[in-house]
């Protein structure tokens, strides 16, 4: 019995000694100190030997199986820092050579702002949809409570579609839209309350200049349901202009007149080069809020009940009962955000894709 265990242990460890992968060494050791190796097995049958047997083989076997862990053991250590090694020298960078990076590019200004805009109201809540760019003049000015004399619905003032030679009679009843406000009241037809959306895209105005541009892009908002106040205005647009323009802003409503909104209220936000002091640290006005210590930022106000019956009237139900629910409507520009969050002084840059206003924001 003991001249085979010399002779299980003569093998395993020269089969040890002539492996050159780790993954070979595991194959062995299954081999020679698996469950089911024969060197195991004579230990676990010890017991079964006549007494005078049991102590001498019992030590042989266990000598011979810690002697074979042991060269095992030594072994993988030997090959892992070789195979590391040679892993190494085959990943060899040569850091001597020059380096080459291409470009990196970077989000325009007004996309960035779009989406730091969305990101914002969809953590307050409100939900993102998107409509037509051309659109009726019922949902562009009628359903929003515009005057039929209202300027805005001059041709002057608003890009009007031709007339479809396949409908005949048709006249002038499509534009351009204005505004984005038109999703708001098709939203409202299609959902019934409570319902809170803000609606981002292009808008489009015949005005060109260093603040206008016949393209521009809205970002215009929606809050219905029971019990809906100025407050929770105020409250929602200053969180959006902390968020925006600093933790320290403060933002203040001022009376104004929108068709859609009863009331209706201007919001400004306090200046942030100037701390909304109105001058500089040199003493001299702040050229950014001239003066007054506020920068006007986007109009708002309650929904005209005006708004909302027109709506029950289409969809049929007290759904929108002005009696029953309210709410608050908001609408900023998106490129006047970013002017004044970056310091564009000309709006007509955002346009021109001069590459050194782009690579400062890259």
Known sequence: MNDRIAELRAAGEAAV???????ELEALRVQHLGRKAELPNLLRNVSDLPPEQRGVVGKAANQARQALQTALDARIAELKDAELDAQLAADRVDVTLPGRSEPVGGLHLLTRTRRDIEDIFLGLGFDIVEGPETETVHYNFDALNHAPNHPARDRAD???????????????????????????VRTMEANEPPIAVIVPGRVYRPDSDATHTPQFHQVEGLWIDVDVTLADLKGVLLSFARSIFGDEREIRLRPHFFPF????VEIDVSCFQCSGRGHLRN????????GTGWIEILGSGMVDPNVLL????VRGDDAYDPEKVQGFAFGMGIERIAMLRYGVPDLRLLYENDVRLLEQFA
């Open 283 to 290: 003493g001299s006005r702040c050229g950014l809020c001239k």
């Open 261 to 264: 909104t009863e009331p209706s």
């Open 17 to 23: 000694a002539a492996a050159t992968t780790t993954d």
């Open 310 to 313: 027109a709506v029950g009237a």
């Open 158 to 184: 608003t890009f009007y579609l031709a007339p479809s030679p396949n409908v005949p009679g048709e006249d002038l009843q499509r534009v351009l839209r204005t505004h984005t406000s038109p999703m708001q």
